[in-house]
């Protein structure tokens, strides 16, 4: 083929042998870029009372105290699940990391509760 699209991180991406080889400063990013620390918790409900209030799902927090710093709707096409993708990254992801299952649901539903500003989502 003439063209590839990697969605692999950069880490993987660097394990990979090219014929023809990439271009020397492409290789150098591969080699030199740390990775990030994101996690993402997926945030089911019955109904997308998101949508139901107005909002579209997708939002950016900007907000040091907030667990989230992004979300989208992450509902398929045939609506057969109606859910949340909540984006948890840095410092925050370390943290969330460390934390029980059921303390990361709290703080993401506290989050998106607010963001949306809706108590459905607490549930």
Not at 48 to 77: H, Q
Request: with cysteine.
């Amino acid at each position: 083929c003439a063209q590839v699209i990697l969605t692999v991180p950069l880490t993987v991406q660097a394990q990979i042998t090219y014929n023809p080889p990439l271009p020397l400063s492409r290789s150098q990013l591969l080699q030199r870029v740390p990775m990030g620390c994101v996690m993402k918790a997926f945030v089911y409900y019955d109904k997308p009372f998101w949508r139901e209030s107005g909002f579209c799902g997708s939002s950016y927090i900007y907000d040091k105290d907030s667990l989230v710093c992004y979300t989208l709707d992450n509902t398929p096409p045939d609506g057969s699940s109606y859910n949340l993708v909540a984006f948890i990254a840095a410092e925050n992801a370390r943290k969330a990391a460390e934390m029980s299952e059921a303390d990361r649901k709290y703080h993401v539903t506290q989050v998106l509760s607010r963001v949306f500003q809706s108590k459905k989502a607490l549930n």
